[in-house]
Each structure stands twice: as C-alpha cells, then as structure tokens.
C-alpha cells in the first residue's frame, strides 16, 4: 500500500515566522512530488514540485526533497494569514499516473 | 487562458437516481485525471483517461462508476444509482501531453450530495 503522511495539524505560527511542514512516503521508487494548497471549500491548487534531491525556492516558499529519507517538506518565509490553509503533500505514483496524496497538515497563520 | 473546468458545481440527487459530472482539460491539456475527497479525507485518485482511453482506472468503485473522454467534448464521471455515500467533491485534473513531470492542475470541482 503506497501511503503519503502528514501531520494534521494544526500548526500554528505567527505572521512573519517561517512556517515548516513535512511528508513522508512509502513508495522508494518515486520520482515527482508536489505541493498543493487548499482553502476551504475550494479546490488544490498547486504551489510546489520538485523532482531531485535538494532544495528548491519560488519566492516565500522553499521545497526540499530527501529521496535517501523518503522525506519531502516545504518551508513558508514571513508567513501572512492569507497562507492559512491546508497544505496537501502528493507523490506521483511510480506507473506515472495518480497523484498520492497525504491527508494535509492545516496551517493557522495569526496576525 | 481557462483553466480547468468542470460543472456542475453543485449537484444533488435523490438515492437511486443517476449523476454526471463533466470536465474539461486546460487547453493544450490531454490527460485527465478525476478524484475524490469525501469529508474529512483526503484526495483519493479514481480514473486517468486520454482522449478516448482510459489509462488507469485503479481507484475507481467496480460497480456503478464509468468515466469516459470522447474525441469531442468533456470528459464525464457517471455515477449510477447513486447512494448517501457517494457525497463528496469529485475533483478533475489536468496535465499536458508528454507526462515530462506530470504537473496536474484541478478544477473547481464538483460538490455532489445525495438525499
């Protein structure tokens, strides 16, 4: 069973702080992971991929993958309250077909 | 440039009767794939179709669930006989040709609720 986890959270920070959520995944021969955000009632919307070990930035947010420790995070710079949302780790399954998708960390972000 | 879209938004059905849900891919787009996300669970995939082929049905229910992406026109998740468990968001998504990284891109989705 190929599984993608998350804390549920929630996890709380203040504005400004950098905010850290984390993945774990079961599927070592993975290649693609993403990073999607969703507001309530609303649909993801995607913020992140990252494909190779290592870090990689897009403005405020900062995607790293561990491929060894199956592990893959994102990282929120001077967090704002409209970054309040859930945060949806997904794994390209290896057939290269269905996104997995974790059941996402909640992220508060207080003014 | 649209993006993704699916309707309807919201659609109710008595249990028993029938439900169709449509999607069309962003443009340049020829993958599709649908979702679901029942209340308090995550997404859970359910069908992957090109134009006219469904690639990957592995997520999908055996019974009562089809999914088909014509030549022409939208992509259509049918639910049959539909039952109170069938509530939920039903999610499509969309990817361009070549599945170089598969970025796949949602919908606003659809908010089915059976009575």
């Known amino acids: 069973q190929k599984e993608v986890e998350q804390n549920s959270g929630p996890l709380s920070v203040p504005e400004g702080a950098i905010a850290s959520l984390n993945c774990t995944y079961s599927?070592?021969?993975?290649?693609?992971f993403f990073w999607y955000r969703q507001y309530s009632g609303k649909s993801p919307e995607l913020i992140m991929s990252?494909?190779?070990?290592g870090d990689k930035e897009d403005g405020r947010f900062t995607a790293q993958l561990n491929k060894a420790s199956q592990y893959v995070s994102l990282l929120i710079r001077d967090s704002q309250p409209s970054d309040s949302a859930t945060y949806l780790c997904?794994?390209?399954?290896?057939?290269?077909?269905?996104?997995?998708f974790g059941k996402g960390t909640t992220l508060s972000v207080s003014s | 440039n649209a993006g993704v879209m699916q309707n309807p938004r919201h659609l109710v059905r008595r249990r028993g009767q029938e439900a169709r849900l449509r999607c069309s891919p962003m443009?340049?787009?020829?993958?599709v794939y649908w979702y679901r996300q029942l209340p308090e669970e995550g997404l859970k995939f359910m069908v992957y179709?090109?134009?006219?082929?469904?690639?990957?049905e592995s997520g999908m229910p055996k019974e009562r669930f089809s999914a088909e992406f014509p030549k022409e026109g939208p992509s259509i998740l049918r639910i049959q006989q539909v039952v109170r468990g069938d509530s939920a968001a039903y999610f499509c998504?969309?990817?361009?040709?070549?599945?170089?990284?598969?970025?796949?891109?949602f919908g606003p989705g659809t908010r089915l609720t059976v009575l």
């Open positions: 599927d070592r021969g993975s290649q693609s």
């Open positions: 179709l090109q134009k006219e082929n469904i690639i990957d």
């Open positions: 997904a794994v390209l399954h290896q057939a290269g077909t269905a996104l997995i």
């Open positions: 998504a969309s990817s361009p040709a070549g599945l170089a990284r598969n970025e796949q891109f």
């Open positions: 443009k340049g787009h020829s993958h």
């Open positions: 990252i494909y190779s070990n």
